[in-house]
């Protein structure tokens, strides 16, 4: 069993920068591929991007790419996702999710990921 935490959420201002934690314990982080995913009040949980359990391969919602950039740190067993340019419609709870690595070669739907964390609501205004 793998235990996530999520940090780093808050309000900011249309323009700004956030950066996302999430902490692992439990089991060895590297075993794992590692997604963020976001849920916004009455839409469904939808990918933000995902790495391999070496940080060697991204993927990206189109949405966010070119602002989002999701890495991994596994001797600090910490994934994490720098948020630039921030829009109104990036808020939601967003979402922490680990899934191993033999399974998949890439995971991209939420429901491939086996483990989830909290969630961290960001809000983001005008």
């Known amino acids: 069993q793998v235990q996530l935490v999520e940090s780093g959420g808050g309000l900011v201002q249309a323009g700004g920068s956030l950066r996302l934690s999430c902490a692992a314990s439990?089991?060895?982080?590297?075993?794992?591929?590692m997604g963020w995913f976001r849920q916004a009040p009455d839409k469904e949980r939808e990918f933000v991007a995902t790495?391999?359990?070496?940080?060697?391969?991204?993927n990206y919602a189109d949405s966010v790419k070119g602002r989002f950039t999701i890495s991994r740190d596994n001797a600090k067993n910490t994934l994490y996702l720098q948020m630039i340019a921030l829009r109104p419609e990036d808020t939601a709870v967003y979402y922490c999710?680990?899934?191993?690595?033999?399974?998949?070669?890439?995971?991209?739907?939420?429901?491939?990921?086996?483990?989830w964390g909290q969630g961290t609501q960001v809000t983001v205004s005008l």
């Open positions: 999710a680990a899934v191993p690595k033999w399974l998949y070669s890439v995971a991209t739907d939420w429901t491939q990921y086996v483990h």
């Open positions: 790495i391999n359990a070496y940080g060697g391969s991204t």
């Open positions: 439990g089991r060895t982080f590297s075993n794992y591929r």
